[in-house]
């Protein structure tokens, strides 16, 4: 099973756009980082990206771009899913589109700055045992030439399986392993996944967010002199 068999569907907007880093409350301290001149590396974004017809694979993008000080954008579709599009083994709208490998959702809107981004993380539900076909069309959306992209699964029981692979065939990306994660993943969870590949936000964000003592940090990002 995956998100789309969860009970409730949240409704999404019918449009998407990028959102930028969000401050949090300012509950708990954490360790001052130096501001420095930023270099042409450092103003390199990451932007998280998802699709999410529930709140699972919602909530740990949200937990990804709270703990990276990265942008956020969510995939929607031009014509949103009902709950009986997302009913398995119904022939309904999702089974259909699952058992055609060629098919392309259309999305509503889309990324006009995505050169301004070297890392993307991106999160999708596993449908039938691989992504949404939705996930194919903004893979081929856009030049990643030169980016790398992260990629998580969300499900209740079903691995990532071959669905990063056959994504990956579909963008010249540089494209890390992928990992599977359910609804009961906590937010140090994925903290503590993405602590492998070093991701870190630009250092102008760094030093705003530590000057608003925000929690947001890793405790891997690197500190300037």
Known sequence: QSESVAQSISTVSSSSSVLPA??????????????????????MKT????????????????????ILAADIYEIVPAEPYTESDLAY??????????????VRPKISGGI????????????????????????STFLESYD?????IIPFCTSHSSGIGSSSD????LCSADW??????????????????LQQFMVTPRKD????????????FPSFLPKTP
Not at 90 to 96: I, S, W
């Open 205 to 216: 964000r760094a030093a705003r967010f530590a000057a608003h003592k925000l929690e947001s």
């Open 47 to 66: 932007l998280v990206v998802f699709f999410s017809c529930t709140s699972t694979t919602k909530t740990l993008a949200e937990y990804a771009a709270d």
């Open 89 to 102: 083994y119904t022939n309904g709208r999702a089974d259909r589109e699952q058992n055609d490998p060629s």
């Open 144 to 148: 990643f030439s030169g980016k790398t």
């Open 166 to 169: 056959n994504l990956h065939s």
């Open 112 to 135: 006009d700055n995505m050169s301004d981004y070297d890392t993307i993380i991106l999160g999708y539900p596993i449908w039938h045992g691989q992504a949404p076909r939705i996930i």
């Open 176 to 193: 890390e392993k992928g990992k599977r994660f359910d609804s009961e993943t906590s937010r140090d969870d994925i903290k503590e996944w």
């Open 22 to 43: 969000q401050n949090v409350p300012e509950s708990t301290p954490t360790e001052s980082i130096a501001q420095s001149e930023p270099t042409e590396e450092d103003n």
